[in-house]
């Protein structure tokens, strides 16, 4: 068996997940899971399949329809990966939108060796003054040696700096 990701982007329309279903059913694959939106106005997202090794070049030619209807698929392999070790956690922001949110964000975990293995942001209206909330949350894996506690007083340090309100909860 061979899994597979499909990387899709394309304009936003009726259909388009089913278009998907479609090729992967007629390749003969299993749609196993995936992380499909609309995104600036595009439908955007990934889509994890397993189908039959000597299945792929179908799978490749299904796809193919579906970016002749405005939908481009890319296609690539799944990597074996070690088995994941250390503490999984979940991480929340939330505060007025500005630019570098992320950047300091991420620049903090990326010094802890944190990986980021989930990671979601919106906007929101604030309820009393309108102006705009920045929304984060993400499923951190902390290396072996980091505790919970270390992340989150990395993160307390540079919440007042930017005006954000953060959480650090174990993950379900």
Do not use: C
């Not at 980091?146 to 993950?171: C, F, H, N, R, W």
Request: glycine share 10%; hydrophobic share 45%.
């Amino acid at each position: 068996m061979a899994t597979l990701i499909l990387s899709v982007i394309g304009s936003d329309r009726p259909g388009l997940t089913q278009a998907l279903a479609r090729a992967v059913l007629s390749a003969g694959g299993n749609w196993l899971e995936s992380h499909l939106s609309q995104l600036g106005g595009l439908y955007v997202g990934s889509v994890l399949v397993e189908l039959d090794a000597d299945r792929t070049d179908a799978l490749r030619e299904a796809v193919s329809a579906v970016d002749a209807e405005g939908l481009e698929v890319r296609i690539a392999p799944t990597i074996e990966s070690a088995s994941a070790e250390g503490e999984v956690v979940r991480f929340s922001l939330v505060g007025g939108d500005r630019p570098g949110i992320v950047h300091q964000v991420t620049g903090v975990l990326s010094g802890l060796d944190a990986n980021i293995e989930a990671f979601n942001t919106r906007l929101s209206v604030e309820p009393h003054s309108g102006g705009p909330l920045f929304h984060m949350d993400a499923r951190l894996r902390l290396p072996p040696s980091l505790k919970a506690e270390a992340v989150q007083a990395a993160l307390e340090a540079i919440s007042g700096e930017i005006m954000v309100d953060i959480s650090l909860t174990p993950a379900d």
